[in-house]
């Protein structure tokens, strides 16, 4: 195997209009996997808001430079110890369906290198099989996004077919997802979006689509989507993928016993007079399955991938892949995300880049 390998480095802590000048392609060394880890080569790796935000202060967990990268598509290229066969001690193998030269894809951790290198070391346990009839690209483009609107509305709202959720920002990356989620489980769907992309969040399948810029502030598209209820009662489940304040604006269009869950902002529960409609709230956090999580969290990532990926196969959910691009145009599409409104995933194409970066 070679000695290095080539990656997207981050020299420095940097915000998104900085990162043409902190990210550079560069060697590092060809990483080894550890107990439960396992080696993948690299296909692709789609970009997300956290990226960027977090490379603004960079995190302690870090060395420099670093390699930014959480949601990772490729090949299986080798397998640390206890992963598919008993460790020293006798315990049992963690993943024995794992082999060299499966397709796999999984939401990684943020403490660690990530994706944007031709090669990474990730958890077993978090690993989700593809299905022959799903890329490599919109594997990538599914994880952090897609899964927080999955683990938001399956395992926290429990939504379930006959109930009415609203979801903000019903065009953006986690709200584009929800929407199909929640259209796929069976529930009404109250959505915004821009006037502009009220269609699109339709086609999505949302059964309502309120125009924030028409609506007004916060409180006034929680009245619009509480009056879209039957004799007003209020919608069952809220995901606010916004701020704070949109959250707690939301807690007025819940029905009695209704949850909201956030990904953006806690809302504020003073806002609300006790012992009125019962809400419950739920902070979504995905990548605390690694950070706060057990064995037990790692593989619900694995579960909740593998579902959504049979989704895809199955033509009942859009990966929503805007647009591949290099390793070198990555800094630029981070800049692009932080300008915000991004509609659809971007998602580096890391196994050409590296190639072109060789040759």
């Not at 490729?74 to 008993?86: F, K, M, R, S």
């Not at 989700?128 to 938001?152: E, K």
């Amino acid at each position: 195997m070679p000695d290095t390998m080539t990656a997207l480095l981050l020299d420095r802590p940097a915000g998104p209009d900085e990162l043409s000048a902190a990210m550079r392609l560069g060697r590092l060394p060809f990483p080894e996997p550890g107990h439960g880890q396992v080696r993948l080569r690299v296909e692709a790796c789609s970009l997300n808001p956290v990226d960027w935000k977090v490379a603004r202060g960079g995190n302690p967990a870090w060395t420099w430079p670093h390699v930014l990268g959480l949601d990772v598509a490729g090949t299986v290229d080798a397998l640390g110890p206890g992963v598919a066969t008993p460790a020293e001690d006798g315990a049992t193998a963690l993943r024995p369906d794992l082999a060299v030269g499966d397709t796999v894809a999984l939401h990684h951790d943020l403490r660690r290198p990530g994706g944007l290198a031709q090669y990474v070391v990730v958890d077993a346990l978090a690993l989700a099989h593809l299905p022959d009839a799903v890329s490599a690209t919109d594997a990538a483009a599914l994880p952090c996004a897609g899964m927080t609107a999955y683990h938001a509305l399956t395992r926290r709202l429990r939504l379930a077919a006959g109930q009415t959720i609203l979801i903000t920002a019903g065009a953006g990356g986690v709200g584009g997802y929800a929407v199909q989620i929640a259209h796929h489980l069976g529930a009404r769907v109250v959505a915004t979006a821009s006037t502009d992309k009220v269609r699109a969040v339709r086609a999505l399948g949302a059964d309502e689509v309120i125009d924030y810029r028409a609506a007004g502030d916060p409180d006034a598209v929680a009245a619009a989507a509480r009056a879209l209820t039957p004799q007003g009662r209020g919608v069952d489940a809220v995901l606010d993928t916004l701020d704070g304040a949109s959250a707690t604006a939301n807690l007025g269009a819940l029905a009695f016993n209704g949850a909201l869950a956030f990904i953006g902002g806690c809302p504020d529960l003073s806002a609300m007079p006790g012992f009125t409609i019962s809400p419950s709230i739920h902070e979504v956090s995905l990548g605390a399955a690694y950070s706060a999580g057990t064995a037990r969290d790692r593989a619900d990532l694995a579960t909740m991938l593998t579902e959504m990926l049979e989704l895809v196969a199955a033509g009942r959910l859009d990966a929503r892949v805007a647009e591949t691009v290099p390793l070198d145009a990555v800094p630029a599409a981070y800049a692009q995300l932080a300008r915000g409104h991004q509609a659809g995933k971007l998602v580096c194409d890391v196994a050409g880049s590296a190639v072109a970066a060789a040759s």
